[in-house]
């Protein structure tokens, strides 16, 4: 798997982060704030890259979002990405004005996305997994197994177990898996 070299500068990283505020911003403020993002400072932000958007309130998940394939613009995606973890994610109620101040966010920008060639290969905190089989997929990404201390076979399994499948299933030929690098901060 080739290394995926996705660098951004301190000022494109400010400019995602601001992008995440405001999106939110306008979501909690409809009609007062920016109703769509402003351009990007650089043509890197323009590039069709998949992107998560992941929000903490006091250490603990409070929305995740995410395209895994590039269907857009960068700086498009993180917009409606952290609008959708914000307000749209089924696992919370939508951030509440109270919490907007406190929350704290992740960016995490996507590379590409290739069958991965033999599970023994996976390493904790470099790659994230996808597990497909039956109509049935779950995703973890990099940071994911680090927060929780897994190995590289508690990883395995836990993403079986987000795609609703048996912990075992990453070891059974029908199961599909896929692993991409990403860029998070």
């Known amino acids: 798997?080739?290394?995926?070299?996705?660098?951004?500068?301190?000022?494109?990283?400010?400019?995602?982060?601001?992008?995440?505020?405001?999106?939110?911003?306008?979501?909690?403020?409809?009609?007062?704030?920016?109703?769509?993002?402003?351009?990007?400072?650089?043509?890197?932000?323009?590039?069709?890259?998949?992107?998560?958007?992941?929000?903490?309130?006091?250490?603990?998940?409070?929305?995740?979002?995410?395209n895994i394939v590039g269907t857009g613009e960068l700086f498009r995606t993180v917009w409606n990405m952290a609008r959708s973890a914000a307000f749209q994610d089924p696992r919370f109620p939508p951030l509440t004005e109270g919490e907007f101040g406190a929350v704290e966010y992740e960016i995490s920008v996507l590379g590409p996305i290739t069958p991965c060639p033999d599970p023994t290969l996976v390493e904790v905190g470099r790659h994230g997994l996808i597990m497909r089989r039956g109509g049935r997929s779950g995703l973890l990404l990099p940071q994911v197994p680090v927060e929780w201390n897994w190995d590289r076979e508690t990883f395995l399994a836990q993403t079986c177990v987000k795609a609703g499948l048996p912990r075992n299933a990453w070891k059974e030929p029908?199961?599909?898996?896929?692993?991409?690098?990403?860029?998070?901060f």
């Open 1 to 66: 798997m080739s290394d995926f070299r996705f660098e951004l500068t301190d000022e494109e990283k400010n400019y995602l982060r601001s992008l995440v505020a405001a999106s939110i911003d306008s979501g909690l403020h409809p009609g007062q704030g920016a109703a769509r993002p402003d351009e990007p400072p650089t043509d890197k932000l323009r590039e069709h890259l998949g992107a998560f958007v992941t929000l903490k309130l006091g250490g603990s998940l409070r929305g995740c979002i995410g």
């Open 174 to 184: 029908d199961t599909d898996i896929l692993w991409f690098e990403a860029v998070v």
